[in-house]
C-alpha cells in the first residue's frame, strides 16, 4: 500500500465496488455483513447468559470488528485515495480492470448491498426468510446446541452498539490515517519499537523462514541433494551400475580373446569338471 495510492482516479469501478466490500465486512447496515455479523454476535452474547465464557467469545468478536474497520477503512485510504505513490513507469500502466473481471465484481457488488434482505431478521421488521429456508439443513445442529434469544431490549442494544464499534473504527481510520503523509516505503524512515513490530509483521516472516524454509532448504540440501542424489542416486545408481557394466564387459573381453588354444583349454577344463561333477 505504500507503493500505491490515488488508484481511484484510474479504477472509477473497483474503487466504489471495494467501498461497498469494506462497508459490508466492516458491518455497516444496510450492507449484507451487517446481518451476518449481527447475527453471530448476537448468539454469542445470549449464549453468554448460560455459559458465562461466551462473554469472552463476545469481546473477542466486538474487537475483530473495530479492527476490521479501522483496516480495511486502511487498505482504502491507502490504496485508492490520496496522492499516487508508484513509479512514472508503473503509473503509465494504471488503469480500470476488463469487464471480464470487472462485471462479476459488480455482481458481486450488487449482491452486498441487497442479499441481507434475503435474511432480515425479525428484530429488525423482517421474516428471515434464508433461515426458514435452510431449517431442514439446520435442524440437526439446533437440536445439539439449542439456540439462546435474548430479550429484544438486549438485542437492540447489541445491534447499536456493534454498528457504533464499526463506526467509530472508520472514523478512527479517517482521524488518524493521513494518506498525503505516507512515504514511499523506499522513502520510509526506518520504524523502531512497537512501530517496528508492527511493520515486520509480528516478525512472523522471519519466524516462519527459521522454523521452516531454513531447516527444509538445509535438509534439501545437505541430506536430500548430497546424499540421496549425488551419492545414491549418481553414485551407486547410476555410476555404479556403469562401473558394474564395465568390469562385466572387461571380465567378457579376457574371455574372447580370440585364440583357438585358449578356446580348447577351457573346452576341456569344462568337460573336466562336468565329468568330475558326474561322478561324485
Do not use: C
Amino acid at each position: 500500500m505504500r507503493n500505491m495510492g490515488g488508484l481511484a482516479r484510474s479504477m472509477p469501478w473497483t474503487a466504489p465496488l471495494m467501498w461497498i466490500a469494506t462497508l459490508a465486512i466492516a458491518g455497516i447496515p444496510p450492507f449484507a455483513g451487517f446481518f451476518s455479523k449481527d447475527e453471530i454476535l448476537g448468539a454469542a452474547f445470549a449464549e453468554a447468559a448460560v455459559r458465562p465464557a461466551w462473554y469472552a467469545f463476545w469481546a473477542m468478536g466486538i474487537a475483530a470488528a473495530l479492527l476490521t474497520a479501522f483496516y480495511m477503512t486502511r487498505l482504502m485510504l491507502y490504496t485508492f485515495h490520496g496522492p499516487n505513490r508508484t513509479g512514472e513507469r508503473e503509473r503509465e500502466h494504471l488503469h480500470e480492470a476488463p469487464w471480464i473481471m470487472t462485471g462479476p465484481l459488480v455482481a458481486l457488488g450488487v449482491l452486498t448491498v441487497i442479499g441481507g434482505a434475503l435474511n432480515v431478521p425479525r428484530l429488525l421488521g423482517g421474516g428471515a426468510y434464508l433461515e426458514h429456508w435452510l431449517e431442514p439443513v439446520t435442524a440437526a445442529a439446533g437440536q445439539l446446541s439449542p439456540l439462546v434469544e435474548a430479550p429484544p431490549a438486549t438485542e437492540w442494544a447489541l445491534v447499536v452498539g456493534a454498528v457504533l464499534v464499526a463506526g467509530l473504527g472508520i472514523a478512527g481510520a479517517f482521524r488518524i490515517l493521513r494518506p498525503e503523509s505516507l512515504l514511499h516505503a523506499r522513502l520510509a524512515p526506518p520504524e523502531s519499537g512497537l512501530g517496528r513490530i508492527l511493520w515486520k509483521k509480528w516478525y512472523a516472516d522471519e519466524l516462519y523462514d527459521a522454523v521452516i524454509v531454513r531447516p527444509v532448504m538445509w535438509v534439501s540440501r545437505e541430506i536430500l541433494w548430497k546424499v540421496v542424489d549425488v551419492r545414491i542416486v549418481d553414485g551407486l545408481l547410476v555410476n555404479g551400475t556403469a562401473v558394474f557394466t564395465r568390469a562385466l564387459g572387461w571380465i567378457g573381453s579376457q574371455l574372447q580373446t580370440g585364440e583357438v588354444g585358449a578356446y580348447v583349454v577351457l573346452f576341456v577344463t569344462g568337460v573336466l569338471a562336468v565329468l568330475f561333477s558326474a561322478l561324485r
